[in-house]
């Protein structure tokens, strides 16, 4: 299973990015698809998260400024970050949850990317 990120960089506050992130090596449809965030000397934490159906549930520190979407097609999950603030630097991970095959069996599993650095700073 992997799970690629994009759209990472160095951005003013205030600025926009737009964070993607493609899936690939799951059986059949994706579960849950979302992002979490981890600031230096802190615990990773969820940001959003979008459900198959497409119910999306994000933190209080990001609602009005973030905007979390899948393509089902695709198998991709995008994060549309606006107003950034220098307090939303972090590493930011696309995580997805679905089906895969382990030891040659059928398994349900959390899968995460590798991480892409958002730095906001004037």
């Known amino acids: 299973v992997q799970l690629v990120e994009s759209g990472g960089g160095l951005v003013q506050p205030g600025g926009s990015l737009r964070l993607s992130c493609s899936v690939s090596g799951l059986i059949g449809s994706i579960g849950t698809m979302g992002w979490y965030r981890q600031q230096l000397g802190k615990q990773r934490e969820l940001v959003a998260e979008?459900?198959?159906?497409?119910?999306?549930n994000a933190a209080d520190s990001v609602k009005g400024r973030f905007t979390i979407s899948r393509d089902n097609a695709k198998d991709t999950v995008s994060l549309q970050i606006d107003s950034l603030k220098p307090e939303d630097t972090a590493i930011y991970f696309c995580?997805?949850?679905?089906?895969?095959?382990?030891?040659?069996?059928?398994?349900?599993?959390?899968?995460w990317g590798q991480g892409t650095q958002v730095t906001v700073s004037s």
């Open positions: 995580h997805a949850d679905g089906l895969a095959l382990e030891a040659g069996a059928p398994a349900w599993g959390d899968y």
């Open positions: 979008v459900t198959e159906g497409g119910s999306t």
